[in-house]
């Protein structure tokens, strides 16, 4: 179960909506209209949430849960314990994911620069930016709007980054151009120079690293 500290569910949602949802066919004598709440696993799931099978060593777990409702395979209705309403899909892990996104949607950021941040004169920031305490922003650097910029990242000058990009905490990223939909993990190190060196009698000589990163949308 999701700790309520940390995510928000969302719903709840009827069976139609759910079906529309992840793509998966209702089966044969389901409620359009019944409603559920959350997600859950097998073993823990309740009258008003959904679950999913998808690997056939939770068969016993399956027939033994109270999910009101699960996504499976159309091969593994027979195996439903009475009374739980099914989703049918040949794939039934992506259709639940699609559920569970939608019961745990990422929130937009509210948009907020710190005062301790620092965004260059040169810089563009997007609307709709959230750019958390001790954040640098270097000059000409693009962020597009909706972005979430973490404590003490560092986006390096001429960087740019599309929409609804996310950077976590303490990473830095450089020499970097990152397309829309991107999740940079906390203390990520994108765009750093890579290990190059003439070697010889007379030492090592550094070789200039002049690449960029491309990373692409999604």
Known sequence: MADSRFFTVAGPFTLAQLAEISGA????????????????????AAADQVSFLDNKKYVAAFQASR?????????????????????????????????????????????WVAPTAW????????????????AVVGP????????????????????VLGDDCTVGANATVSHAIVGSRVN????????????????????????PQLGRVVIDEH
């Open 25 to 44: 066919a209702p089966a044969e004598g389901c409620d359009p209209s019944a409603r559920f709440v959350d997600v859950a696993p097998l073993d823990q």
């Open 67 to 111: 999910a009101g409702l699960c996504v499976v395979a159309p091969e593994m209705a027979a195996k439903a314990p009475s009374g739980m309403a099914l989703l049918l899909s040949p794939d039934p892990y992506r259709a639940y994911a699609r559920i569970a996104q939608a019961f745990y949607p990422v929130p937009a950021p509210e948009p």
């Open 119 to 134: 965004i260059d004169p040169a810089a563009r920031l997007g609307e709709g930016c959230r750019v958390e305490p001790g």
């Open 140 to 159: 000409g650097a693009e962020i597009g709007a909706r972005c979430r910029i973490g404590a003490n990242v560092v986006i390096g000058q001429g960087v």
């Open 184 to 207: 940079i993990y906390p203390g990520a190190r994108i765009g750093q120079d890579g290990f190059g060196f003439a070697m010889g009698p007379q030492g090592h000589l550094k070789v």
